[in-house]
């Protein structure tokens, strides 16, 4: 069942149906050179079968080692960086308790789950270990290449510490290792110390990885279905899939975020009025930013936390440069069934109010910001989804991952690689080596 529905009528004002059409047949061309394997970084599209080629032998030891983790370790600390892992961090918070880490293990019933290795900061490194000092914990290390700078710092330390703690043998339980299946630093380091290993698909880039092991062991860890993600994923790939972009609202996002583009509105910002989509906003950023941030193009992904930011941002979405549109992720059904109380005094004046769902109060705020921001010369798209479900979820990361190719074999791309990351990459570790002594 599809969970997902584009509302684009508060676009459609800013368009004209020839600018309509002639986009499509754009979609249409760039559909054809993903479906033919004919555009650019066509031998990293494995993204676009993961959900149904599932490597079932994997996804079986997946579990497995998500119940040994949820045994031998009261903290799981995930080891990457961007694509390994983003994903994992935005499923855990849609579907974790939000105060989950502050729980009890009782109550949580999986280990507190921490991502590190995202940065370099001494301060972060140094709280991290003397937090882990006296917990029994485990580590994910996630990264292709096994040389990506901030994980590797992270790995070496918490591997040290590991070893310190339990001896060299039964440290090596301990650590997971999520890699390249044939080459690579980290490969040749789980299999000398026999590392539990899990492989990242030669033909799928980090930002396309959540639905393979860099996003499905922490997932099971933190006892997600990921299956039904998967499920989810799956549908999508057929349902978005339809060349008729009229009946397709995936490629239609597409098409009108391009011809918005095209009319100067090179700033995306995608919304949500739920704070557990934080991450997932993190994620959407990093995937069309590196995709399609190249050769002096692209739209600039931006993201806003409402009504949170409206307190921040807002002013500046409602009456700045029009150079931006907003796309907005709006949840239809919220199943937490909590409600206004009423106060015997009403001090705030809110009694007014009382007995609705705060929900409904979101919901109108909701409707209300979008009207403003239309009103306001800010195009605006909604993706309804019906409710976070994993299979919902699954559905909506196809989308974004879909819409994304499309739009950077639109933009005239490679949608899959990254040479400005690569750039600033051996600029760092050049002067690192340079001052090594």
Same mark, same amino acid.
């Given at each position: 069942?599809?969970?997902?529905?584009?509302?684009?009528?508060?676009?459609?004002? /800013?368009?004209?149906?020839?600018?309509?059409?002639?986009?499509?047949?754009?979609?249409?061309?760039?559909? =054809?050179?993903?479906?033919?394997?004919?555009?650019?970084?066509?031998?990293?599209?494995?993204?676009?079968?993961?959900?149904? =080629?599932?490597?079932?032998?994997?996804?079986?030891?997946?579990?497995?080692?998500?119940?040994?983790?949820?045994?031998?370790?009261?903290? *799981?600390? #995930?080891?990457?960086?961007?694509? &390994?892992?983003?994903?994992?961090?935005?499923?855990?918070?849609?579907?974790?308790?939000? /105060?989950?880490?502050?729980?009890?293990? &009782?109550?949580?019933?999986?280990?507190?789950?921490?991502?590190?290795?995202?940065?370099?900061?001494?301060?972060?490194?140094?709280?991290?270990?003397? /937090?882990?000092?006296?917990?029994?914990?485990?580590?994910?290390?996630?990264?292709?290449?096994?040389?990506?700078?901030?994980?590797?710092?992270? *790995?070496?330390?918490?591997?040290?510490?590991?070893?310190?703690?339990?001896?060299?043998?039964?440290?090596?339980?301990?650590?997971?290792?999520?890699?390249?299946?044939?080459?690579?630093?980290?490969?040749?380091?789980?299999?000398?110390?026999? +590392?539990?290993?899990? %492989?990242? $698909?030669?033909?799928?880039?980090?930002? !396309?990885?959540?639905?393979?092991?860099?996003?499905?062991?922490?997932?099971?860890?933190?006892?997600?279905?990921?299956?039904?993600?998967?499920?989810?994923?799956?549908?999508? &790939?057929? #349902?978005?899939?339809?060349?008729?972009? &009229?009946?397709?609202?995936?490629?239609? +996002?597409?098409?009108?975020?391009?011809?918005?583009?095209?009319?100067?509105? =090179?700033?995306?910002?995608?919304?949500?009025?739920?704070?557990?989509?934080? +991450?997932?906003?993190?994620?959407?950023?990093?995937?069309?930013?590196?995709?399609?941030?190249? =050769?002096?193009?692209?739209?600039?992904?931006?993201?806003?936390?409402?009504?949170?930011?409206?307190?921040?941002?807002?002013?500046?979405?409602?009456?700045?440069?029009?150079?931006?549109?907003?796309?907005?992720? @709006?949840?239809?059904?919220?199943?937490?069934?909590?409600?206004?109380?009423?106060?015997?005094?009403?001090?705030?004046?809110?009694?007014?109010?009382?007995? %609705?769902?705060?929900?409904?109060?979101?919901?109108?705020?909701?409707?209300?910001?979008?009207?403003?921001?239309?009103?306001?010369?800010?195009?605006?798209?909604?993706? @309804?989804?019906?409710?976070?479900?994993? !299979?919902?979820?699954?559905?909506?990361? +196809? /989308? *974004?991952?879909?819409?994304?190719?499309?739009?950077? !074999?639109?933009?005239?791309?490679?949608?899959?690689?990254? $040479?400005?990351?690569?750039?600033?990459?051996?600029?760092?570790?050049?002067?690192?080596?340079?001052?090594?002594?």
């Amino acid at each position: 069942m599809q969970g997902i529905f584009l509302e684009d009528e508060n676009v459609k004002k /800013f368009i004209t149906e020839e600018e309509y059409e002639q986009m499509c047949k754009k979609v249409e061309e760039a559909h =054809d050179m993903l479906e033919n394997q004919t555009g650019k970084g066509s031998e990293m599209l494995g993204w676009m079968n993961l959900p149904a =080629d599932r490597d079932e032998e994997e996804i079986a030891r997946i579990k497995e080692c998500a119940d040994r983790i949820n045994k031998q370790a009261d903290v *799981f600390v #995930v080891i990457g960086i961007g694509g &390994s892992y983003l994903g994992a961090k935005a499923m855990i918070d849609l579907f974790d308790n939000t /105060f989950s880490n502050l729980e009890s293990y &009782s109550e949580r019933k999986h280990p507190q789950i921490i991502f590190a290795g995202n940065n370099l900061s001494g301060k972060y490194l140094r709280n991290l270990v003397e /937090f882990l000092e006296d917990k029994d914990f485990a580590i994910n290390v996630i990264s292709k290449s096994g040389s990506t700078l901030e994980p590797a710092v992270t *790995f070496r330390t918490l591997k040290i510490l590991l070893e310190q703690k339990y001896g060299k043998v039964l440290a090596a339980t301990r650590i997971y290792v999520t890699t390249d299946p044939d080459k690579g630093i980290l490969h040749d380091l789980a299999i000398k110390n026999e +590392y539990e290993m899990f %492989k990242i $698909p030669h033909d799928v880039g980090g930002r !396309y990885s959540v639905l393979t092991a860099v996003g499905l062991l922490p997932m099971a860890v933190a006892n997600i279905n990921f299956e039904d993600i998967l499920d989810g994923a799956q549908f999508a &790939s057929f #349902v978005f899939n339809n060349k008729d972009v &009229s009946n397709n609202d995936c490629y239609k +996002y597409a098409a009108y975020r391009n011809i918005l583009r095209e009319k100067n509105k =090179d700033i995306e910002i995608l919304a949500s009025y739920e704070p557990s989509f934080q +991450y997932f906003i993190e994620w959407y950023k990093q995937l069309f930013g590196e995709s399609e941030g190249k =050769d002096g193009k692209g739209i600039f992904p931006a993201g806003v936390n409402l009504t949170t930011d409206l307190h921040s941002m807002g002013q500046l979405i409602q009456d700045g440069k029009r150079n931006i549109f907003e796309t907005v992720i @709006n949840v239809q059904v919220d199943r937490s069934l909590i409600y206004l109380p009423e106060s015997e005094d009403n001090f705030d004046n809110l009694n007014y109010l009382a007995g %609705k769902e705060i929900d409904y109060i979101n919901k109108q705020a909701f409707k209300g910001t979008v009207k403003a921001h239309v009103d306001g010369n800010v195009p605006t798209m909604v993706i @309804n989804l019906e409710d976070i479900t994993e !299979y919902n979820i699954g559905q909506l990361i +196809y /989308f *974004f991952e879909k819409a994304c190719a499309i739009s950077g !074999y639109i933009l005239g791309v490679n949608p899959f690689d990254q $040479p400005g990351v690569e750039a600033y990459k051996k600029n760092m570790l050049g002067l690192l080596k340079e001052n090594k002594n």
